[in-house]
């Protein structure tokens, strides 16, 4: 089991910056892919950033340039530093693992576990 608790969201205008955290209990070194997604309000879920346990990680377009995700495994802490933001960028952020091999990123509904989410709105 992993349980995942995410922070960091708020509120921000146009151009400016956050930091999400994702601190994860449980039976952490079974993790093999770990990712932040985003759902806006009326919108499905989407993949924003993801990171394997080789470190490799990979962007949604959307995002590209201006988020970057990391990983502190002494803190077994996940971060997304969040650059530029924009209106459309204003969403529920979670954190998601995964344990089960395979490719890196994956598609939302594979992911096993997820945090609770924070919210970020960037208002123009």
């Known amino acids: 089991q992993v349980q995942l608790v995410e922070s960091g969201g708020g509120s921000v205008q146009a151009g400016g910056s956050l930091r999400l955290s994702c601190v994860a209990y449980?039976?952490?070194?079974?993790?093999?892919?770990m990712g932040w997604f985003r759902q806006a309000q009326g919108k499905e879920r989407e993949g924003a950033a993801a990171?394997?346990?080789?470190?490799?990680?990979s962007y949604a377009d959307s995002v590209k340039g201006r988020f970057t995700i990391s990983q502190d495994n002494a803190k077994n802490t996940l971060y997304l530093q969040m650059n530029s933001l924009k209106p459309e960028d204003t969403a529920m952020y979670y954190c998601?693992?995964?344990?089960?091999?395979?490719?890196?990123?994956?598609?939302?509904?594979?992911?096993?576990?997820w945090g609770q989410g924070t919210q970020v709105t960037v208002s123009s």
């Open positions: 449980g039976y952490v070194y079974s993790v093999v892919c």
């Open positions: 998601a693992a995964d344990y089960r091999s395979g490719s890196c990123p994956r598609p939302y509904y594979v992911f096993g576990y």
């Open positions: 990171i394997a346990n080789d470190g490799s990680t």
